[in-house]
């Protein structure tokens, strides 16, 4: 079946600008994950959508940072006056849970390359 | 909070040679998953295999195994019979039992050599 994709592969735009990334998880996947990569390092967790549960927003790094999930399953994480450091890999990932069950396992787009100039 | 180590930045294995990849965790959770993942200069995430923290077995998936020491808080990555497409940065992750965000270690490169 079709894998989580992500749009666009590639965004380059200027400093201030706004960004909209999205992500388009596994179909059936309640739980929905946005991390960020920047050059040569990991990844880097910004926030978690579990079903109808209030998001864990814990990672994003500042308030330029937002993300929302309409009906479930598409996601879309936005960065308002983007700057430099904002330059990374956008990826996201899904995983399912049903009921009391979940797995480990996340999935990975391909990713967003974020190029701020 | 969890963190992970990898210490080995680079990594050189001959092809048909096996090789260690090294990570260490720290959590306070009692239950946790641990991961390997596996990124190709392409960038895409792959995910190689998993262990959670109260399987009494290693995990093993075709040519790679997770040397689990609970104890020692390490979970290493064996690859056997290294192929040239192993070439790649390899990622260790935990996740608490929860099952919400992975955190990841900072990678290693992996170079495979004829």
């Known amino acids: 079946g079709a894998g989580v994709s992500q749009s666009p592969s590639n965004k380059v735009t200027e400093k201030g600008k706004d960004v909209e990334l999205r992500c388009d998880p596994i179909?059936?996947?309640?739980?929905l994950y946005w991390y960020r990569q920047s050059l040569g390092q990991g990844l880097e967790f910004l926030i978690y959508?579990?079903?109808?549960?209030?998001?864990?927003k814990s990672g994003l790094p500042s308030d330029r940072f937002s993300a929302e999930r309409t009906g479930g399953s598409v996601s879309t994480l936005t960065i308002q006056r983007t700057q430099q450091e904002d330059s990374a890999v956008y990826l996201c990932?899904?995983?399912?849970?049903?009921?009391?069950?979940?797995?480990?396992?996340?999935?990975f787009g391909p990713g967003t390359r974020l190029t701020v100039t | 909070a969890q963190k992970i180590t990898q210490t080995q930045p680079g990594m050189f294995v001959q092809e048909k040679e096996a090789v260690t990849l090294d990570c260490t965790y720290d959590t306070s959770d009692q239950s946790y998953g641990l991961f390997w993942y596996k990124q190709p200069s392409s960038g895409e995430m792959i995910f190689l295999i998993y262990q959670g923290s109260y399987d009494e077995q290693n995990a093993t998936e075709g040519r790679y195994s997770l040397n689990f020491q609970k104890a020692r808080k390490s979970a290493n990555l064996v690859i056997s019979a290294s192929q040239l497409g192993d070439s790649a940065m390899y990622f260790c992750?935990?996740?608490?039992?929860?099952?919400?965000?992975?955190?990841f270690g900072t990678g290693t490169r992996l170079q495979v050599t004829l």
């Open positions: 992750a935990d996740i608490p039992g929860t099952a919400s965000k992975l955190t």
């Open positions: 990932a899904s995983s399912w849970t049903s009921g009391g069950s979940f797995s480990y396992e996340q999935y």
């Open positions: 959508f579990q079903g109808n549960s209030a998001p864990d």
């Open positions: 179909s059936g996947h309640t739980a």
